[in-house]
């Protein structure tokens, strides 16, 4: 199983983006896929997934701002961002479960 993610980049404060995380191997329909970011010198946290029941859910922090999608047919799974914040800053994986990790895609709000 491999994830491929892309689509970070500079953003000002207030913006949007939208990352993307193409899978092979396993399809993204079935279990649970996610994202989780990892700030320096943070741990990783998980900021938003598809349950293995199918429901959507977020972490606190981003409720709200962020959402998830996933395109069954591309195999592919989203995380479009908004009312980007410089917290938001960090380094953005994939995840397949049980362990399949996407390489991550920087994130970086400033302006």
């Known amino acids: 199983v491999q994830l491929q993610a892309s689509g970070g980049g500079l953003v000002q404060p207030g913006g949007s983006l939208t990352l993307s995380c193409v899978v092979s191997?396993?399809?993204?329909?079935?279990?649970?896929v996610g994202w989780y970011r990892q700030a320096p010198g943070k741990e990783r946290e998980l900021v938003a997934w598809?349950?293995?029941?199918?429901?959507?859910n977020y972490a606190d922090s981003v409720k709200g701002r962020f959402t998830i999608r996933r395109d069954n047919i591309k195999n592919m799974v989203f995380l479009q961002m908004n009312t980007l914040k410089p917290e938001d800053t960090a380094v953005y994986y994939c995840r397949l479960w049980p362990n399949s990790w996407g390489q991550g895609t920087q994130v970086t709000v400033s302006s």
């Open positions: 191997g396993s399809s993204v329909g079935r279990g649970a």
């Open positions: 598809f349950s293995s029941g199918g429901n959507s």
